[in-house]
RNA sequence: GCCCAAGUGGCGGAAUGGUAGACGCAGCGGAUUCAAAAUCCGCCGGCUUAACGGCCGUGCCGGUUCGAAUCCGGCCUUGGGUACCA
């Protein structure tokens, strides 16, 4: 082979790993363990180039690892139970099951020419019945642990397809697919109880050094601490005895400010008076309409209704208060009801307003008085507050005020200081076929009873007694399954029937990282292997998953510490987590005729620099119609003057995320026929840093592509060269190799992967101009190929071999920098005068400070500067820069 | 609204208190070629200068420091997260 050709030499390391078993992971304690671990895909189909982006960076990750001694455990799976194949189904007639291993085939196909180094032995599906029969085993042992149970709970309900919707499911208070309105409806629904957990994950939090401080601090927010007062209002009057309306406010500091109380529709107290009262009724059902969402949250329109009730202020008994019902209370937290001050919270101003209602200013700036613009004076604002009502004391900060209220109040037996967090528990049903049996069974005599363990898996059933599910019927198959319903009861052996709801496939993706150390155990894990291979040293994936997956793996790794399925260690699983960037691809966008935008694919886009420099294009389609051939070379100026009939201009939106309809999707199969996996790895690996987006271009693709080529030339150059030694030159060129290694270890230690290849260009230059002899020069050569191993591993184990390399170089230890070989004998150090560079001196590395600061008093721009006088200040940072004030 | 992050050439970015713009893309000039592709060499922040050089320059205003892209205070813009949470 005389020319670099991906496609000639990519196959064949890929067989050769896989035949020395490079990548096959196996316990032993000779070695450290370390385990790298990608968030494992949907198997939607197609691999996308951001997976390749994400497995990548693992596998740099894991490369690097086998070459510094760890025994890597570095697996792959498929996300499988879902959605989209049920869509699929209903789309297209098939079955989710067909679909959904149908496409692993397809992606397992797609990733394989990659060469990521995994073991794929380990390989699992979620919807395997192995692991979700596993999974079903520790859904009982939760059972028995209480770490689960049954309570009824609002859900947005869709009338016409019978199911219950995700929040992300409704679009303007309708079924995202039926478009029917959607109700809110009480369903009795199985929940984990991680908001026992809630203190645990949120303290834990602090521990995860090697977590983004992004991350933590969405989870933080998430579970949402707050301290507050809990205490009652006495209730003048009240229905069948009722003497009390208890609250929770996390502001006690405006307690003198209250002007009413409002409970939810929900609230034991309206929900007696619905009972009695017709236009009580009325109103609870109107405030009960509407979806849970955050979109129908936002347009509700707030409304009251007064109870006619009042309540007495805590520290007045002549203060009444009236007891309003209102549709903003959420029932399900602190307690649902509150007090209103609508001098200080926007909402109770609103409601106030609306319906008429005192505004009693508590804080008393110290100058200035009240903003006149609002009676909203936030939190914050206020540096200096002087609370009425409080003990006439002078309080510094907003949080003092509450903790100084919440001792104030306590002190006068008004409630007690309590603290809340906003975790709910985990609803888990799903009315949906293509996800895991919950194994339970109803059973008229005995209630709700777990399934016995040997009789688990509870399988899914592929069809309907010999006929396929039809599953463009609304509702759960499960559900209208003639036969798979029915049971025995495991505890009196009656006549029973199954649960039919499946879990949320937030629970599959909640443990397959333990899963991983023994997929093929008989018990969810095997604790030997557990607890060699645990915790994950390092995971990546999107930042997308910063709250749901990671909260519910924190909470199940819990759980199953609990169980003990895991080792104590392993109640945080992963180690190190690391967010990776997107990869973004331009949009090409022009306005239709009716002012809606039209996409274009790349290839019908002529792009060219206008004369500013900047990007711009024009459609070819257009360009051929003015005459031109848009394949040719062609006239730049007649190209912009095209460019200002303002209707043909394309709009070019950089850094978009790529989508189907907008016709800016990079396929990396095409990638890897075009380019070769390698080309397709250093792009995804260069540019940006991996924690941010990075932009697919054709130039920037091409010219990766190019410099693997010029890599492999220059190898092959110096394998063939029989260059005599050259003392001086040789000396510069390992030098610079040193350098190199310990800037590209550097770069790979801390997910510097744009600056690792930086340098890697930077030593490729140097090697390229060397004149050192050919010994040095392979040496380096080999060094170079050692280097871009992890991210470019085919092309590197082509370039060892010519090189006469010993081996794989996957297998070949990484090489080490020689501290004393990084360190040059002068060094130069720029002279500034007055913080401004002005000349430099060049000084042997090790030389005093004295004679340093002699040389540069003597240097000809500091003499000038200093017109004879003596400098005010000298400073010297040995090796550094020296600095002259005048 | 609240919380967080980011802002550096035509572009992606480098430099985390010490020579701003490494490395790459795009662009410009040259070599090679009948020509092209490929490859190789050089230039490439702005203003100014015949040149050497000088001045300005990391979103804006101010501060700390011998020295600030980097630290501090205030603002602007963009991006992300989140919310009837009492």
């Known amino acids: 082979m005389t020319r670099y ?40 189909g197609r691999i996308h180039i951001g997976h390749v982006r994400n497995y990548t960076m693992g596998d740099v990750i894991a490369r690097y690892k086998i070459s510094t001694g760890h025994n890597v455990l570095h697996p792959m799976g498929f996300d499988a139970f879902g959605m989209p194949a049920e869509n699929a189904a209903m789309a297209s007639g098939g079955h989710p099951k067909d679909w959904t291993y149908s496409n692993i085939d397809t992606m397992v196909e797609q990733m394989k020419p990659l060469g990521f180094g995994l073991d794929w032995s380990r390989m699992f599906a979620t919807c395997d019945p192995e692991y979700y029969g596993q999974q079903q085993s520790m859904f009982i042992d939760f059972i028995e642990k209480g770490l689960v149970y049954r309570k009824n709970a609002v859900v947005n309900w869709d009338p016409v397809d019978m199911t219950v919707l995700a929040n992300e499911q409704v679009i303007d208070g309708k079924g995202w697919r039926s478009g029917a309105e959607v109700e809110r409806r009480e369903l009795t629904q199985w929940f984990f109880k991680i908001s026992d957990f809630s203190e645990e994950l949120l303290d834990a939090l602090d521990g995860l050094d090697d977590w983004p401080a992004k991350v933590k601090l969405m989870q933080a927010n998430w579970i949402g601490k707050s301290r507050g007062l809990q205490f009652a209002f006495s209730l003048i009057d009240g229905p069948h005895g009722a003497d009390r309306v208890e609250v929770y406010t996390t502001r006690p500091d405006t307690l003198m400010g209250a002007s009413f109380v409002g409970i939810s529709p929900d609230h034991p107290l309206a929900k007696t008076l619905e009972r009695e009262r017709d236009d009580v009724a009325a109103f609870c059902a109107e405030a009960r309409k509407g979806g849970t969402t955050a979109e129908a949250i936002e347009k509700a329109e707030k409304l009251g209704f007064d109870t006619g009730l009042r309540v007495r202020h805590p520290f007045d008994e002549s203060w009444e208060l009236p007891v309003y019902i209102a549709n903003f209370i959420l029932m399900d937290y602190g307690t649902g009801a509150i007090f209103g001050c609508p001098a200080h919270d926007e909402r109770d101003f609103d409601f106030a307003t609306k319906y008429d209602l005192p505004i009693v200013p508590t804080f008393e700036p110290v100058e200035g008085g009240y903003p006149e613009n609002a009676a909203f004076v936030p939190l914050k604002s206020e540096k200096v507050r002087y609370v009425k009502g409080f003990a006439g004391e002078a309080i510094q900060t907003g949080e003092d005020a509450v903790i100084a209220a919440i001792d104030f109040c306590e002190s006068k037996g008004v409630g007690q200081g309590v603290t809340k967090f906003r975790l709910r528990d985990w609803g888990l049903s799903r009315q949906r076929y293509w996800g895991c049996p919950i194994p339970v069974v109803h059973c008229d005599a005995c209630g709700v009873v777990p399934e016995k363990k040997e009789n688990l898996p509870i399988q899914l059933p592929y069809d309907e007694g010999g006929q396929p599910i039809d599953f463009s019927i609304p509702g759960n198959p499960l559900d209208r399954h003639p036969t798979w319903r029915d049971c025995t009861c495991p505890k009196c052996g009656q006549a029973a029937q199954r649960e039919t709801d499946t879990m949320d496939t937030f629970v599959d993706s909640s443990w397959y990282y333990a899963r991983f150390t023994a997929p093929r155990a008989e018990t969810p894990t095997d604790p030997a292997e557990a607890d060699y291979w645990m915790n994950v040293d390092q995971y990546i994936g999107g930042i997308e998953h910063a709250i749901l997956h990671l909260l519910y793996s924190r909470f199940f790794a819990r759980a199953m510490n609990i169980c003990g399925h895991l080792p104590e260690k392993s109640k945080e699983p992963f180690n190190a987590l690391f967010t990776q960037g997107m990869v973004t691809h331009a949009i090409y966008q022009t306005k239709g005729a009716d002012g809606r935008p039209v996409y274009h694919y790349p290839e019908d886009v002529l792009e060219f620099n206008d004369p500013d420099g900047r990007k711009a294009a024009v459609l070819k389609s257009w360009v051929s119609e003015q005459g031109m051939n848009a394949n040719d070379p062609f006239d730049l100026a007649q190209v912009h003057s095209l460019r200002k009939l303002e209707s043909e201009v394309v709009e070019i939106i950089p850094s978009a995320k790529m989508s189907k309809s907008k016709n800016n999707v990079v396929d990396p199969v095409q990638i890897i026929e075009q380019y070769g996996a390698d080309t397709a790895r250093w792009f995804v690996l260069s540019d940006s840093p991996p ?83 050919a010994a040095a020069k392979k040496e380096a050569a080999k060094t170079l190929a050692q280097l871009m191993s992890p991210m470019t591993p085919h092309l590197a184990e082509e370039c060892w071999q010519i090189l006469g390399g010993q081996g794989l170089i996957a297998s070949a230890p990484w090489p080490v920098a020689d501290e004393a070989m990084m360190v040059d004998e002068s060094v130069t150090m720029p002279i500034q005068i007055n913080g401004k560079r002005r000349a430099e001196i060049s000084v042997a590395k090790d030389m005093p400070k004295e004679e340093v600061e002699k040389l540069v008093l003597e240097h000809e721009a500091v003499l000038k500067a200093l017109e004879g006088g003596q400098p005010k200040k000298l400073i010297v940072v040995p090796g550094r820069i020296v600095n002259v004030v005048v």
């Open 5 to 44: 050709s991906a496609a000639d030499i990519e196959g064949k390391w890929q067989e050769a790993w896989e035949k020395a078993e490079i990548f096959k992971a196996v316990r032993s304690a000779d070695k450290p363990k370390y385990y790298v671990l990608e968030m494992f895909p949907y198997p939607s």
């Open 691 to 773: 924690e941010r987006d990075v932009e697919w271009t054709a130039s920037g693709a091409e010219a990766a592509s190019k410099h693997l080529a010029r890599v492999y030339r220059i190898c092959a150059e110096i394998a063939a060269s029989d260059a005599a030694d050259n003392a001086k030159e040789d000396e510069v060129l390992l030098r610079a190799m040193h350098k190199a290694i310990h800037e590209v270890t550097g770069g790979v230690d801390s997910f510097g992967f744009n600056t690792s290849i930086a340098k890697l260009y930077g030593f490729t230059n140097t090697l390229a101009k060397s004149k050192a002899g």
